[in-house]
C-alpha cells in the first residue's frame, strides 16, 4: 500500500471516529456523553450533531471568555503535548476539515498556489479572535465570545451551523447578518479549496498555526540525507503547501503528508520519531 492510500484511509477513519454519531443528524441532536469532554486533536466543531469530541480551538475561548478569565491548562496542555509529539503530522492525517479540502481540491479545475505572505494570515488570527477576543469583547456579566467560533469557522458552519439550522424552524427564525457572513465565508472557503490545495490551513486555520509553531520541535519530523539528495527539486515540485524539504524540512507549513518522501528518487527525504542517519535538520 503506497503512502497516499494509507494516509486517505487513515484520514477517513479519523474522520468516522470523530464524527461517529452519524443518526443524530436526523433530530439535530448533540452527542453529550463522556467523550465530549475531550478535545480532538483535529478541528471538529462541538455542535456537529455528529462530533464525538469537543474542538480544542472552541474549548480555549469557552475557558478564555469565562466570567473568571480562566486559563485553560487543559486544553493548552493538549496541544502543547500533541503539537510537540506529533506537529502538523494532526493537518495531513488527522484533521476531518483537513479531508474535506482535500476532496473539494480533487474538482476538476485551473489550480494556482498561494503566496507566502497569506500564509501569516492564521497567526493573525489565532492571537486576534482565539486570544484577544474572547477576553477583551465581553458582554455586560463579564463573558466573552468564542470569536474564532463565531464569526469565522467555516467548518463550524458547515458540520454545526447548516445541520443544526436545518433540523430546528426555531434557529432558523433566529438567524440574521451574523448567520449570513459565515455562510459568505464558507462559499468562499469550498470555492477558495477547489483551486488552491487546503487554503483554510494555509491561510485561516488557528489550529494549524499552533500546531506550524511546534513543527520545528515535533518528535515526529522530516529528514533530508544531504548525502542523498541530488537537488534534483522533484519534493518541491510535489509538495502542494508549497514547501522546499531541502532548505525547510521542518517548515511550519509541512502537514507531514510524505507526499515528498515518496517522489524523492534517491529516498532522501525520510520522517519518523527518532534520527535515521545523515541528516539536514
Not at 121 to 147: E, R
Request: proline fraction near 5%; glycine fraction near 10%; charged fraction near 10%.
Amino acid at each position: 500500500m503506497n503512502n497516499a492510500v494509507k494516509r486517505k484511509l487513515i484520514q477517513i477513519a479519523a474522520f468516522g471516529f470523530t464524527n461517529s454519531h452519524i443518526g443524530n443528524f436526523a433530530g439535530g441532536k448533540l452527542y453529550t456523553g463522556k467523550w465530549k469532554q475531550f478535545c480532538n486533536p483535529g478541528l471538529n466543531c462541538y455542535s456537529c450533531p455528529a462530533a464525538t469530541l469537543a474542538c480544542p480551538i472552541g474549548a480555549m475561548q469557552a475557558v478564555a471568555g469565562s466570567m473568571q478569565y480562566n486559563f485553560s491548562f487543559y486544553v493548552v496542555g493538549f496541544l502543547l503535548a500533541v503539537g510537540v509529539l506529533l506537529g502538523r503530522f494532526v493537518c495531513g492525517w488527522l484533521c476531518p476539515f483537513g479531508l474535506v479540502q482535500e476532496l473539494l481540491y480533487k474538482i476538476p479545475s485551473r489550480k494556482y498556489r498561494l503566496r507566502k505572505l497569506f500564509t501569516y494570515m492564521k497567526y493573525g488570527i489565532l492571537v486576534v479572535f482565539v486570544f484577544v477576543l474572547p477576553i477583551a469583547a465581553t458582554n455586560y456579566m463579564g463573558m466573552g465570545k468564542p470569536a474564532f467560533c463565531q464569526y469565522i469557522c467555516p467548518s463550524g458552519t458547515l458540520f454545526g451551523g447548516i445541520p443544526m439550522t436545518a433540523a430546528h424552524p426555531e434557529l432558523r427564525t433566529a438567524t440574521g447578518f451574523l448567520f449570513g457572513l459565515k455562510i459568505s465565508i464558507l462559499i468562499l472557503t469550498i470555492l477558495a479549496c477547489v483551486f488552491i490545495f487546503r487554503f483554510f490551513c494555509k491561510t485561516l486555520c488557528p489550529l494549524g498555526a499552533i500546531y506550524g509553531l511546534l513543527n520545528k520541535i515535533s518528535i515526529y519530523h522530516l529528514e533530508v540525507d544531504r548525502q542523498s539528495c541530488i537537488k534534483c527539486g522533484q519534493c518541491a515540485h510535489t509538495c502542494k503547501m508549497d514547501v522546499d524539504p531541502t532548505t525547510a524540512p521542518n517548515s511550519a507549513e509541512c502537514i507531514r503528508c510524505g507526499a515528498c518522501a515518496a517522489s524523492c528518487p534517491k529516498q532522501a527525504i525520510r520522517l519518523g520519531f527518532t534520527s535515521l542517519g545523515p541528516v539536514q535538520k
